[in-house]
């Protein structure tokens, strides 16, 4: 008798996860996560005043990425989803913001000045991307959108971690704290539940919404470069009238 055979072939498997996305996007991504901002970071390097402008510019970040969160309870789809953008929504207004504007203080910057701050156009130009691609999309698109902030930065610092050039040492590394706080378990942990809420939703999707999704990846991401060379170097002023 003739073997017999399965007549139902393998599941081929999602047509979108996460780390394809972000191997589509692979050059964005590389040039994102290995920015020199990071790099200087990581060394010890960076001027004062650089990271000083990343933290102000941050704090405006968060109030919009708290936004973002609210408009995730609004397209909600279910009590589960609502509770998990509430959750997070509540983790920054409460907490994060707060211990920002603590970090932000060691650093020279008080919280009046962090209230009275004019958005840098980089600023803008992520966080409304983020909002317009909740407001026009679904749940999905907004994850998508926010994933190199919450995800990237998990794998930012563990880049880092593994760097010969990176200075641990709190004594020699001013941004040594920076590194840990984003390298700690719970930020870790945050970043994996992230990772695995957008897998589970991307499995549901075809090739099309597929190739939407990894272009809107790829635009946030460049946008968060864009956010770490504010950082590093201003905004360059023209002199155009």
Partial sequence: MPATTDRHPPHPGPVATFEKIS????????????????????????????FRRYLRQDYLFLVHFARAWGLAVYKSRNIRELRQGLDSLKTIVDIEMGLH??????????????????????????????LD????????????????????????????????????????????????MYASAEFQQAAHAERTWLNDRLAEIGPTRAIELTELFRDATRLEIDFWQMGLQGEKQSHDN
Avoid: S
């Fill in 133 to 180: 691609a909740g407001q026009r999309g679904d749940l999905l698109d907004l994850h998508v959108a926010l994933a190199p902030c919450l995800i990237g930065y998990a794998e930012i610092a563990q880049w880092l971690q593994d760097q010969p050039f990176t200075v641990r040492d709190a004594n020699h590394n001013p941004y040594a704290a920076w590194i840990d």
């Fill in 23 to 50: 191997a589509d996007c692979r050059q964005e991504w590389a040039a994102y996560i290995q920015h020199d901002f990071v790099r200087q970071l990581g060394a010890g390097t960076l001027p004062a005043e650089a």
């Fill in 101 to 130: 504007i603590e970090y932000c203080t060691t650093w020279g910057i008080t919280e009046d000045e962090l209230a009275a701050l004019p958005e840098a156009r980089a600023t803008m130009a992520y966080t409304r991307y983020v």
